[in-house]
């Protein structure tokens, strides 16, 4: 699978649209279309924000490795009961136990 097709899986399980995704990455729905269907790379500056938006690593987007950050943040981001502050609080807090145990 490419870079393109992943983003692309992780836009639509997340129901993101392209305009969507677009305009949280400041660039156009045609933009994100063409890194979709691999027509444009990536810029690494665009990578880590597409990552970030998406909920996944960067190495899950350039080689598909999946762990716990790609299935919880998703989850989070889309549970509606949790307000933007406890959303924000526990993406926060999971991220720097990925990072800890990606270290340690």
Same mark, same amino acid.
């Given at each position: 699978?490419? &870079? /393109?097709?992943?983003?692309? !899986?992780?836009?639509?399980?997340? !129901?993101?649209?392209?305009?969507?995704? /677009? $305009?949280?990455?400041?660039?156009?729905?045609?933009? @994100?279309?063409?890194?979709?269907?691999?027509?444009?790379?990536?810029?690494?500056?665009?990578?880590?924000?597409?990552?970030?938006?998406?909920? @996944?690593?960067? $190495?899950?987007? @350039?080689?598909? !490795?999946?762990?716990? &950050?790609?299935?919880? &943040?998703?989850?989070?981001?889309? $549970?509606?009961?949790?307000?933007?502050? &406890? !959303?924000?609080?526990?993406?926060?807090?999971?991220?720097?136990?990925?990072?800890?145990?990606?270290?340690?």
């Amino acid at each position: 699978m490419t &870079i /393109g097709q992943r983003i692309r !899986k992780r836009r639509e399980t997340m !129901k993101l649209t392209q305009q969507q995704l /677009g $305009d949280a990455l400041g660039v156009t729905a045609q933009h @994100v279309s063409a890194v979709e269907k691999d027509k444009r790379a990536p810029s690494l500056d665009s990578l880590l924000r597409l990552a970030e938006e998406l909920g @996944v690593s960067i $190495d899950f987007l @350039v080689t598909g !490795k999946e762990g716990v &950050i790609t299935d919880t &943040i998703p989850a989070i981001r889309a $549970d509606k009961k949790l307000n933007i502050e &406890i !959303k924000r609080a526990l993406i926060t807090l999971i991220r720097a136990i990925y990072t800890e145990n990606e270290e340690g």
